[in-house]
Every structure is written in C-alpha cells, then in structure tokens.
C-alpha cells in the first residue's frame, strides 16, 4: 500500500519543452513571439544570389537559410526589432510642436494639450539654434540688391586711381601713337565695377583728327590721308617702331 501513489510521479506533460515536433532539435526554444522566417514575407529579409539572405535591420548576410533561421531567432535581432517597435509606437503617441513664445513653461504646455488626450511627459527643446540671419530692415529684393552694390562697388579712391592710370596710359601711347586715344569700357564704364575687376581698355590708333597742313596726305585727297597708299587697315602701322613718318 505505501507504493500505491507511485502512478502520481510518473512524468508527464508540463512546462518544459514544446513538444512540437517540426521544431528544430538543435536550436534552443526562444520566449517570445516567433519571428518571420519566411524571406518572402519577412521585411527585414532580402534574398541574394547563391542561396544567400542579407538583414536589413541588422545589416548582415547569412550564408544559407539555415544561418537566417538561427539569426532570426538570435537575441540581437529580436532586440532590434523590438526596439524599432517600440519607437514606432513612441512615434504613434508623440506630437512635436513649435512656435510658442520662448520661455513657455512646460506646465502650461501640459495644461493646453490635455483637453484633447492624457499627457504623460514634455519634453522641452533646450538647445540654442542659431537664429536665421535677419534682412537688417531690407524685406524688398531692390533693397537689399542697393545695399550689395554699396558693399561691393569701387569707392572713389579707386575710381580716382584708375582714372590717373588711364591718363597715364593715353600719354605714353601718345608718344608712340600721335592721334591714339586709351578708351575704357565693360565694367569701368557701365556701373557694375566692383572690388578685384579688371580695366579693360581700348587702343584706337590715328584716324581721330585731320593731318596738318604741309604734311604728306593734306592736299584733301580723301585717298591720301591716313596711309600713303590710302588703305584704312594700315593706319597707325606706319608708327609702331617709334620712328618719325618718311618724307619725300
């Protein structure tokens, strides 16, 4: 009679391990939801060439399906995805809101948005985020191309100067070039110099003003004056070695 409750020892089914036969027998149980497995249907899961499988969550490839079941069911993946979730649903009950007077209390910001749910926290933004550079008083585009040109066009002193080069020029050419004028254009000319732009000039060589009398092309030949030969190409030409122009 004492070996009558031994029936009640015999083992049978309890907690232990699932009894499911298509499981894996090499793969130790893992609490929790089971994870997609399936590359067609997971995700996370993008299939490679060769039979192979790469992780978009974790960023890894595993070499064989066999690998991607074991990793898949691996705590580092489950903790990612579990913490993506968990974002997301943070995402799901957050709202972020500006344009509040700075200095706001939190408090009052809590006060406001309860009437439309419960608040659990509020967080407050507090770093300092440069303030966008202000138009200085100038909200029209005319207004702030004036104040451009201001900071950038040549000050009088500059002007002054190019113009003493200019002159300077015209007399050593003269020397050359009896008649030539130095002649500035582009940007020196027509209001758009600015800091560091270059001069342009122009050299216009003879042909200004009528030959004086008593010299070679002033009887009034029209075809005469300018060039002995008459050809308007080859004004100025005569003088370019600094030597007087021949007689006779």
């Known amino acids: 009679r004492e070996r009558e409750p031994g029936p009640a020892m015999e083992p049978g089914p309890g907690p232990g391990p699932d009894p499911d036969s298509d499981m894996d027998p090499g793969q130790d149980p893992v609490p929790g939801p089971v994870p997609e497995t399936d590359p067609a249907t997971d995700p996370d899961v993008e299939p490679l060439h060769r039979g192979g499988f790469r992780c978009c969550l974790c960023q890894i490839t595993a070499a064989n399906r066999p690998s991607l079941l074991s990793h898949l069911a691996g705590k ?69 191309l004036e104040l451009l040109v201001r900071a950038l066009e040549l000050s009088a002193a500059e002007r002054r100067l190019r113009g003493l080069l200019v002159a300077l020029m015209q007399e050593v050419f003269t020397e050359f070039f009896p008649g030539c004028s130095v002649v500035p254009y582009g940007s020196s000319v027509n209001g758009f110099d600015v800091h560091g732009c270059d001069l342009d000039l122009h050299l216009e060589l003879g042909g200004q003003e009528p030959p004086p009398e008593g010299t070679p092309g002033g009887d009034g030949d029209p075809q005469s004056q300018g060039s002995p030969n008459g050809d308007p190409q080859s004004q100025g030409t005569l003088l370019g070695d600094g030597d007087p122009p021949p007689h006779g």
């Open 76 to 144: 580092r993946h489950r903790r990612l995805r579990g913490l993506r979730a968990e974002r997301r649903a943070q995402e799901q009950r957050s709202l972020f809101v500006s344009g509040f007077p700075r200095g706001t209390e939190p408090a009052r910001l809590r006060q406001h948005f309860r009437a439309f749910g419960d608040v659990v926290t509020v967080v407050m933004d507090k770093e300092k985020v440069a303030p966008s550079s202000p138009s200085q008083g100038f909200p029209q585009v005319g207004a702030q």
